[in-house]
């Protein structure tokens, strides 16, 4: 099947990735595309250098490597045009720079990426743009926070580290009524298990460094507007002169090739973790948006195609001086589980999060909230990692 074939949008997440991106004949018939190092494009004479009436024009611009994962996340996303950017946390900050301007007012989930916040804090701040804070329960009720200059709303479902769900459709028709962009990050779902865009989302955000990657060696964000939003978001990321690296725009590629099916065994292991550790008694609540127990499931089960391989759950502990203790002897008693940030990657990781940044999404009281990347690893190892790790909180 090549790209140009219609009938690639009725068929199988997994057939769609297998065959989405560039067609081979445009490689001389080789499966992938080139990987192409530029900076310098040569232009055939002085007419065309001056009008740059050419596909290509200089390395930061794109590339054939470039293009074809553009390509390839525009299929997913459905979007009129995707640029790269070096991480996830770029992918962010160039809308919000695209979209806000000195005296704008943004609005931003509390369950937002800490880095985001931090962003919006100092950067933003220093820029001019004023922010606040919304509940992501909050719905067609954003209404009531939105004030004349109010440009951008800025959405994640699930959030950070608690997994907090949206009702992305009903916020983005209140923010589209004032002249505000909404922006999301997707990354949790990635567009195979949610597309923003059809749910009125002008801005899909992602850190590729996750699922796409999904080695734990790759960092790259992808950035993906609709019709309206592609001219401005476009026009800033040249102004910016940011780019993404042809090696790894070629290594994200490829990582779609197998994203379903790393995916589908991420959903279906962090499924069977989160289950089991809601039936223990040492684990006080369990944070993931695929379980009937969680606040947000309604909201999952309607919008979302799937789960993927990352949630938390709140450790069960009698008082606030043991969270800290029964938390770090938890981790340190963990053998398969590497200690590390980020996720999406093959490994299990695990890591106890922090929550004093939150002004509305206060952390749970009950414990300390400990997030876990379910990588392909087998379950029953894992399962037993956590019984170390529960064996060791126990002690403290
Ligand atoms: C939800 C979310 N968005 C964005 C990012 C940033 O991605 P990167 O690490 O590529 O900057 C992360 C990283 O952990 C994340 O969890």
Not at 64 to 86: F, K, Q, R, W, Y
Not at 107 to 127: E, G
Not at 191 to 203: A, C, E, N, R
């Amino acid at each position: 099947m090549t790209s140009h074939d219609n009938s690639k949008d009725e068929a199988g997440v997994n057939t769609r990735l297998a065959h989405l991106g560039p067609s081979p004949h445009d490689f001389h018939g080789f499966v992938n595309p080139p990987v192409v190092h530029a900076s310098t494009v040569l232009f055939p004479n002085a007419r065309t250098m001056e009008t740059r009436d050419q596909k290509y024009t200089y390395g930061t611009r794109g590339t054939p490597t470039t293009d074809a994962l553009c390509d390839a996340i525009n299929e997913l996303e459905g979007s009129a045009g995707t640029v790269l950017v070096p991480s996830g946390l770029t992918a962010v900050t160039v809308p919000f720079l695209a979209f806000l301007s000195a005296g704008d007012h943004a609005l931003i989930v509390d369950s937002v990426y800490f880095p985001t916040r931090h962003f919006c804090d100092t950067m933003l701040k220093r820029l001019g743009i004023s922010v606040d804070y919304y509940d992501p329960a909050i719905g067609a009720g954003i209404e009531t926070l939105i004030k004349p200059n109010t440009r951008l709303v800025h959405t994640e479902a699930p959030g950070s580290n608690t997994f907090e769900m949206q009702d992305i459709a009903a916020i983005s028709a209140v923010a589209h009524r004032h002249g505000a962009v909404v922006t999301m990050d997707n990354t949790w779902a990635t567009p195979v298990y949610f597309k923003p865009l059809d749910f009125g989302v002008d801005v899909s955000i992602h850190a590729a460094t996750k699922y796409p990657a999904g080695h734990s060696d790759v960092l790259l964000g992808t950035v993906s507007a609709n019709a309206a939003t592609w001219p401005q978001l476009l026009e800033t990321h040249g102004t910016l002169g940011i780019c993404g690296s042809p090696d790894d725009s070629y290594q994200v590629m490829r990582g779609l090739r197998t994203m379903g099916v790393r995916l589908a065994r991420h959903q279906e292991s962090a499924l069977a973790v989160a289950s089991w550790l809601e039936g223990r008694e040492d684990v006080a609540r369990v944070l993931h948006p695929a379980l009937p127990s969680f606040p947000g499931h309604d909201l999952w089960k309607r919008d979302f195609k799937g789960s993927s391989g990352i949630f938390s759950f709140v450790l069960a502990a009698d008082s606030p001086e043991k969270f800290k203790p029964k938390a770090h002897a938890f981790l340190d008693a963990l053998r398969y589980f590497g200690l590390g940030y980020s996720w999406g990657g093959y490994e299990s990781l695990a890591v106890h999060v922090g929550l004093g940044d939150r002004r509305i999404c206060k952390a749970p009281a009950e414990g300390p909230v400990l997030r876990l990347q379910i990588g392909l690893e087998d379950v029953a190892d894992l399962k037993k990692d956590l019984d170390a790790g529960f064996a060791a909180a126990a002690a403290v």
